[in-house]
């Protein structure tokens, strides 16, 4: 189960990075986190901002809304979405949260 946090103005919650994938997309959940597969290499940032894109795409909503603020350079992550509600994030993720 993914552990979806309220937070002022928005949502955060746990993320995989699985960098230098073979596609960008949410693959799934991986240990209670999203896992989120970018073709990015973990280098300068690159991956960070392919996470955040990938997560903006499933959700249907602006990039400039999501943000890594935890786990820059790991690949366990946490990410912050604003503007969006804990049930609109799971409604928006659903597909994906079958573990």
Known sequence: ML???AIDGGVQ?????????????????HG?????AVTAAPTGGKANEAVEK????????RPSAVAVVVGHTSRDKVVRVSGLSIEAARKSLESFLRE
């Not at 209670?32 to 989120?36: A, F, H, I, T």
């Not at 990938?54 to 959700?59: C, Q």
């Open 54 to 61: 990938v997560i903006a795409k499933a959700l249907g909503i």
């Open 3 to 5: 552990a979806l946090s």
């Open 13 to 29: 919650f746990p993320v995989r990075a699985q960098p230098k994938a073979s596609r960008n997309a949410v693959v799934g959940l």
């Open 32 to 36: 209670g986190r999203l896992k989120v």
